[in-house]
């Protein structure tokens, strides 16, 4: 997505991420990956009460190892707050690529 922004920005898009854990697990969990919030280059939110994965209905919803956590989805979300797209993973793995979401825009436009 990182690689993407660009294509984003030109569609008038923020691609915002959400991370259902509290800042400093997220932050943890991207050292680990040899990044820092700085790397991302977009608002990641971290939700670690659920509230937003809930809202969408993706909260505790997969089982991943042993534990439960959110299914990873992705929205598109329109100025008015209007759901345009929505894809809700069947898999951890299961997400769209980010050329498939700039098509997804491109379709609003």
């Keep these: 997505m990182r690689d993407q922004l660009e294509e984003f920005d030109k569609l008038n898009a923020q691609l915002i ?3 259902p854990h ?19 280059h977009y608002p990641l939110l971290a939700d670690p009460t ?5 809202t969408y209905g993706v909260a505790l919803q997969m089982r991943i190892h ?3 956590s959110n299914r990873p989805a992705t929205f598109i979300i329109d ?31």
Excluded at 22 to 40: R, V
Excluded at 50 to 54: C, D, E, G, I, R
Excluded at 101 to 108: G, R, T
């Design 66 to 68: 042993t534990e439960l």
């Design 79 to 109: 100025r008015e707050g209007v759901l345009r797209y929505e894809r809700r993973a069947k898999t951890f793995a299961d997400r769209p690529k980010p050329d498939d979401i700039v098509a997804e825009l491109n379709k609003l436009k």
């Design 50 to 54: 659920l509230t937003v994965s809930a």
């Design 17 to 19: 991420a959400v991370d």
């Design 22 to 40: 509290e800042a400093w697990s997220t932050k943890s969990l991207l050292k680990e990956s040899g990044l820092t919030t700085d790397d991302l």
